[in-house]
């Protein structure tokens, strides 16, 4: 590692935390302003972007079609994180916002006030959109960000960065909020989550390659999913024309992402009636289904599973099925196999519903709809920096307020303590 690079990524943190400083105090209309001006330049800049995101595109030949496609910066990506920028500022500025406050007998009044975390690092692959993501909500929840995209990108996210920087300056705000790492240079990255002196969080979107490194090499604290071993549970009461829509949705509408289902649980009493008909389904689409021995007994051309695929995130199409006896059967293999990521039961018994929200240790649970909702744009969230299968801070999408913490405010008139 050179001395030129550690001093290098030394100056990335200064600047961010100096700018910082600056953003917890920025005003919401230059917040706003700053987001709405990217957005103009995002939509003016489509031939500029194109050439750099084709110089990405040339050097990228060996990559795979799922991971070219990531790497594409079209005017479809480009509107939408457009689209993206001026939701963001529409929203509610959470900063500064004091909740919960309460009158005590001493005659204080004591709540807490939302602000923000200070500096985060965020290290991701292949998809470019994701820079104006992490930028758009670095800037409206007043934090300030240092950027590391993978190689395979960095044409693309130094242009996109330029963009940023210039739409806040043109909004009086410091340009160094947002910083991308310009180097491919992979001791960058240990450099950057080893410096709490000036990042406070690290967030990791990749790989779970990448994901496990940060995690077991960060000395500062990170917002991360390991996995997405989603589940849906059909129970013994059940709508079984909803859950074989449901089900179909939540494996075949997409692959890749970390919220498709990758396992399917399904009571015995409805295995005859739902296994055929969702079998079916998953043949014409080409998908592999790997069963218990009952399952195997019920669809023909199902393999058997080994012990691994119930605990394995496919990101492809195929799909572990188990036939269980019991709702707290299905709880329990959700809790030992599953990721914490997101879980959904399909049923018609409410009892069965609510125990299954408090029971089973996820970070998004659902009753009746597919898992692919769980995304920080459909929570309402406007963008998402990642997803969290933590318990502290923040859990399952990550928006404005899972950047934001909360620190005690004391309001009084003189009080003294006796």
């Known amino acids: 590692m050179s001395a030129d690079l550690a001093a290098y990524m030394d100056d990335l943190g200064r600047a961010a935390r100096a700018a910082a400083t600056q953003m917890a105090a920025a005003s919401t209309a230059a917040k706003n302003a700053a987001l709405l001006a990217l957005a103009r330049r995002l939509r003016e800049a489509g ?28 005017a479809k990506t480009l509107a939408t994180v457009a689209e993206g920028c001026e939701q963001i500022a529409a929203m509610p500025d959470p900063i500064g916002e004091i909740t919960g406050v309460k009158r005590r007998p001493t005659g204080i009044s004591v709540g807490q006030m939302r602000v923000p975390l200070g500096v985060f690092g965020m290290i991701y692959e292949s998809r470019p959109n994701v820079t104006i993501e992490a ?28 963009l940023v920087a210039a739409s806040l300056a043109e909004a009086g705000l410091p340009p160094a909020a947002v910083q991308l790492v310009n180097t491919t240079d992979r001791a960058a990255v240990g450099l950057l989550i080893s410096r709490p002196q000036w990042v406070d969080v690290i967030i990791p979107r990749g790989g779970k390659g990448l994901i496990e490194r940060i995690a077991s090499e960060a000395r500062v604290p990170v917002i991360k999913h390991l996995d997405g071993n989603c589940h849906s549970y059909v129970d013994e009461a059940v709508d079984l024309d909803l859950a074989v829509k449901v089900v179909d949705n939540a494996k075949t509408q997409k692959y890749s992402p970390c919220n498709a289902t990758e396992s399917l649980l399904v009571h015995a009493a409805q295995a005859r009636a739902f296994l055929p008909r969702i079998a079916e389904v998953f043949r014409a ?30 990101l492809a199409p195929i799909i572990s099925i188990k036939v269980v006896d019991s709702l707290d059967e299905a709880i329990a293999h959700i809790n030992r196999y599953g990721s914490h990521h997101t879980d959904a039961i399909l049923t018609t018994n409410h009892p069965n519903a609510m125990r299954f929200l408090r029971e089973v240790d996820s970070a998004s649970v659902m009753v009746n709809a597919s898992t692919r909702f769980a995304d920080g744009f459909e929570y309402g969230l406007g963008a998402e920096i990642g997803i969290s299968t933590d318990k502290f801070h923040a859990r399952g999408p990550v928006g404005l307020e899972g950047l934001t913490s909360m620190k005690w405010v004391v309001l009084g008139q003189g009080e003294v303590r006796t």
């Open 47 to 74: 031939p500029a972007l194109a050439e750099a995101n084709a110089r990405d595109l040339s050097r990228a030949a060996e990559l795979s079609g799922p991971l070219r496609d990531r790497l594409k910066l079209d």
């Open 285 to 314: 689409k080409g998908v592999e289904m790997r069963g218990c021995p009952r399952t195997l007994a019920l669809v023909p051309g199902a393999v058997a599973a080994t012990e691994e695929d119930w605990s394995t995130e496919y």
């Open 135 to 162: 930028a758009s909500l670095a800037i409206k929840s007043g934090n300030a960000c240092i950027l590391r995209g993978g190689s395979e990108a960095l044409h693309s996210n130094l242009a996109l960065a330029e």
